[in-house]
Nanobody, 118 residues
């Protein structure tokens, strides 16, 4: 069973920065994709950024140039640096891990709240 544990959420002022991290444990395989999704109140969960096990990244247009995703395959962690935060970045952020071994596997963390407010 795979477990994803997030850390680093909190309250930050507009224009500020925050770093989120996620540690994966359990049995999983490469290649895989780790990433972050977010869900604001009343909205659907949406992709923020992903990074493959060979470090190919993908970002939502809304965060390009402001967020940077990275991973450490030796430690099975993925991190995201968020700069120039806006009020519309307020959401619960979820860590995600996907891989395919015959069937597709998709795991989620418990979520961490990020609130951007003055």
């Amino acid at each position: 069973q795979v477990q994803l544990v997030e850390s680093g959420g909190g309250l930050v002022q507009p224009g500020g920065s925050l770093r989120l991290s996620c540690a994966a444990s359990g049995s999983f395989f490469r290649p895989n994709v780790m990433g972050w999704y977010r869900q604001a109140p009343g909205a659907q969960r949406e992709l923020v950024a992903t990074v493959t096990s060979d470090s190919t990244t993908n970002y939502a247009d809304s965060v390009k140039g402001r967020f940077t995703i990275s991973r450490d395959n030796a430690k099975n962690t993925v991190s995201r640096q968020m700069n120039s935060l806006k009020s519309e970045d307020t959401a619960v952020y979820y860590c995600n891990l996907q891989f395919r071994v015959g069937s597709a596997y998709n795991y989620w963390g418990q979520g961490t709240q990020v609130t951007v407010s003055s």
